[in-house]
């Protein structure tokens, strides 16, 4: 009921209204996999990042539009209350709540948008991750990068309480700011230099939290060699404590200043191949293969293995083995 609550209620923004009608859009994904360790061995069916959500825009005066969004996220392999696939232990309702946002955006001065908002930390690893919101995704259990990019909250992918700019696109560069209004003023400040021209994409973020008086940057390149090949790296390092916080055995240690990856496509025709390596410092690595095939432009099928190593006594390795289909609609 909360979805079509927000649906009737971002609906009546645009009611007589010239602009387009309000777009109706989501995602559904399913995947059954296995880990050895995680969820004791069990092989499962789980949701990973299902999402339905409502978007528009109205024009305004000045070539200033209005423009919004509401999105949530949706489990589709349980009824009520179950365990949601994107985390072992937390325990969800059907319905959670994504990005969910108003805003204003002019082709001459960028966009500025209020509310729970994805930061431009989150955004640019994004782009250099062939299997996003997916099992095998870099920002989830592999750990292939930080927990900056996951979760919801002034210091997460998902922000809270925030405002975010992004300027105008000045020949391939942009500029992306935010700020997260936290209460007790733990608030958190972002602010990123994102490029994406042919075949290069390269992104520097810098992020500070006022609560856990800390900080964190992030390096990130792609590129594509032909049509072929893509080859992207991103490197993070940071006070252990944005790090550490989402990884309940690392907490003691305070041992995860750092997160790198380094991953590489092979494309022909409809199927991708990809391998990827990656290590949080003093905590742990992992690597995977998989495959990613196109049934159409909005349907996927994929498989893949990945293995994940600790540095720690006593705890023992895991692997992965899933196999997932998503459509976009």
């Known amino acids: 009921m909360r979805f079509f609550a927000a649906a009737v209620a971002v609906g009546s923004l645009v009611s007589g209204a010239v602009a387009a009608s309000p777009v109706l859009y989501g995602e559904a994904h399913f995947s059954i996999n296995k880990f050895d360790q995680l969820n004791d061995g069990e092989l499962r069916m789980d949701s990973h990042h299902s999402a339905i959500g409502i978007k528009g825009s109205e024009d305004l005066d000045h070539g200033v539009k209005l423009i919004y969004k509401a999105e949530f996220g949706y489990d589709t392999t349980e009824y009520n209350g179950g365990v949601d696939g994107d985390s072992a232990t937390e325990e969800r309702s059907s319905f959670s709540d994504r990005d969910q946002w108003l805003g204003l955006a002019s082709r001459d001065w960028g966009v500025i948008r209020f509310g729970t908002i994805s930061t431009g930390y989150k955004s640019s690893g994004a782009r250099l991750d062939p299997l996003y919101r997916t099992v095998f995704e870099q920002r989830g259990y592999l750990g292939l990068q930080s927990s900056l990019h996951s979760g919801e ?53 810098y992020l500070k939290s006022e609560s856990k008086k800390a900080a964190a940057y992030k390096l990130g390149v792609g590129y594509a060699l032909g049509k072929q090949f893509n080859l992207s790296f991103q490197y993070e390092a940071a006070d252990e404590v944005l790090f550490d916080e989402a990884v309940v055995s690392a907490v003691d240690l305070g041992v995860i200043d750092s997160v790198y990856k380094i991953d590489m496509s092979y494309v022909t025709g409809n199927n991708a191949w990809i391998i990827a390596y990656g290590a949080q410092s003093g905590y742990s690595s992992s690597y995977l293969l998989a495959w990613d095939y196109k049934l159409s432009p909005n349907t996927d099928i994929y498989a893949g293995y990945a293995y994940k190593g600790f540095d720690r006594a006593g705890v023992e390795s895991d692997t992965v083995v899933a196999f ?3 459509h976009k609609f």
């Open 153 to 205: 909250g002034p210091n997460a992918g998902r922000s809270t309480n925030t405002m975010r700019i992004d300027s105008p696109d000045w020949d391939g560069v942009k500029l992306v700011a935010s700020y997260a209004l936290a209460e007790l003023k733990e608030n958190t400040s972002a602010v990123g230099v994102h490029y994406e021209k042919s075949r290069l994409k390269a992104s520097f973020d």
């Open 324 to 326: 997932g289909l998503k």
